[in-house]
Every structure is written in structure tokens, then in C-alpha cells.
């Protein structure tokens, strides 16, 4: 299987080593802290060792009350937590850091994975869109008004996919250091597809040999991903229409 050769830090592979950790080693499974507006004899922080611990970027569907945060001494992963609760006399904040476990940490990854991939699809179906266009405005050679909405048409596909393609690229560039468990679940997820189909795929016709052809080269690509090259890989072709649905197999939950 590939692995990220530019890991900056070891993959987390349980809590085996969590006592020998100068950090995870003073942090319980589960901390709180609480604090009250205004009251700061009830204040009750987290342990120091957290904030030690590195705050993920490029993580897709993250926001103020969630963080993921990373030991970086031994990789562990935590979950962070933040509620507020509004009274009259002020708010009230409270935290929860909680440890992954392996099998947690690895729900992360392909959760994470599912993440871009689903930004991929994206770019994929809005640069199909724009090629359909292309290809209407190209052999249709439609006049006047109906050529202009074609044609305005094809470039905000394009630009949509632009947009998509730089915010894909930003995360993979930065999971490669901070995660690459997360690009290893998505880059294993496509190549176990693509060896699966090089194996079954009959090469009778020219048709299959050229399926066989795309699909070898998508193969270089995904196991290129983890340590490096373009962070968009297409999986569109018109012969092998079946693909995503593989691949939905490979990243569902339990997999
Ligand atoms: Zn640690």
C-alpha cells in the first residue's frame, strides 16, 4: 500500500504508547474545563498539555465548536468540543478534549476522505458540464443569443471548477503533513478499485483495452497522491460509467 513519504509526523496507531507521551501521558481520555462570565473563582481550564496540542488545518466541515487537535510528539487526535450556554447573568463556556481511539481515528480519516472526494466529484461533474458545452457550442455552432448563454454558461462551470480545484489543492497540501492518514484512506480507497477492475476487466475489444488504458493510468496517479502530484485526479469516462459506485463501497463506514 502507498504511504505519505512526507510525513512530518508518525500515524497514530492507538494508545499503545500514550503513557510514554510527555503530553498525552498528563491528558486523561476525556478533559472538561468550564468558565462563567464574570465569575472567575468557578474558572476551571483545561490542562496546560492541551494546548500543546496542534490544531488541524484543511479539515473540511469544521467550525468554531469543533476542532480536531493532533499530540506532536506521538500523533494522537483529539476532539475538541465547545459549548456556550447564555443566561441572564452572562455565559457560560465549557470544553471537552476527548482522545480518538484507533478504530475512531480511522472513522476520522475516511470521513475526512469522503470529504474530498466528494469535492472532487464536484469538479469533476462541473468540467464534464463545461466539456458538454464546449462540445454543443463547437459542433451545434449556435447563433446569437442561445450561442451567448451557451457560452456564458460553459465559463461559470469552468470558474466553479477553478474555485474548487485551488480549495481541493490547499487541503491536500496541507493533510500531505498534518494527516496523511486522510489521504492514504482516500489514495488506498481509489487504488484498490482500480486494481480490482485491472483484474476483471476483460481487453477483448478496443473499447476495454482503452478502459484498462485509464484505468492504469488513474492507478499511477492515486498511488502518486499520498507523496505528491496534481491533488485533482478525474475518475470521469465514459467507459467505466460503474466507478463511483465502487468506490462508495470502499469509503462507507465499517469498510
Ligand atoms: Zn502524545
Redesign the pocket.
Known amino acids: 500500500m502507498p504511504r505519505a513519504q512526507a510525513a512530518v509526523i508518525i500515524p497514530y496507531h492507538g494508545g499503545e504508547r500514550?503513557g510514554d507521551?510527555a503530553?498525552?501521558g498528563r491528558l486523561k481520555d476525556v478533559e472538561t474545563s468550564f468558565s462563567k462570565y464574570l465569575a472567575p473563582q468557578f474558572d476551571r481550564p483545561l490542562p496546560a498539555e492541551a494546548g500543546q496540542l496542534v490544531v488541524l488545518p484543511g479539515l473540511a466541515a469544521a467550525g468554531d465548536d469543533r476542532q480536531v487537535r493532533r499530540?506532536p510528539?506521538?500523533?494522537?487526535l483529539y476532539d475538541l468540543l465547545r459549548y456556550s450556554e447564555y443566561h441572564m447573568n452572562g455565559a457560560e463556556d465549557s470544553e471537552e478534549l476527548r482522545r480518538m481511539s484507533a478504530a475512531g481515528a480511522a472513522d476520522f480519516a475516511r470521513g475526512q476522505a469522503w470529504q474530498l472526494e466528494s469535492l472532487r466529484r464536484e469538479i469533476d461533474d462541473l468540467q464534464d458540464a463545461a466539456g458538454a458545452l464546449g462540445d454543443y457550442i463547437d459542433r451545434g455552432r449556435p447563433a446569437g443569443e442561445e450561442g451567448r448563454s451557451a457560452y456564458a454558461a460553459m465559463q461559470e462551470k469552468r470558474e466553479a471548477a477553478a474555485v474548487r480545484l485551488q480549495v481541493l489543492a490547499d487541503r491536500v497540501e496541507a493533510l500531505r503533513s498534518v494527516c496523511p492518514e486522510i489521504i492514504a484512506a482516500w489514495a488506498d480507497a481509489h487504488s484498490r478499485v482500480c486494481r480490482s477492475l485491472l483484474a476483471t476487466l476483460p481487453q477483448r475489444s478496443e473499447d476495454e483495452q482503452t478502459a484498462r488504458f485509464v484505468v492504469r493510468s488513474w492507478l499511477e496517479s492515486w498511488e502518486r497522491l499520498p507523496a505528491g502530484g496534481d491533488a485533482f485526479i478525474s475518475a470521469s469516462s465514459p467507459w467505466l460509467s460503474g466507478y463511483r459506485d465502487l468506490l462508495e463501497r470502499e469509503l462507507a463506514p465499517g469498510s
Open positions: 500514550i507521551c503530553i498525552c499530540c510528539s506521538c500523533g494522537a
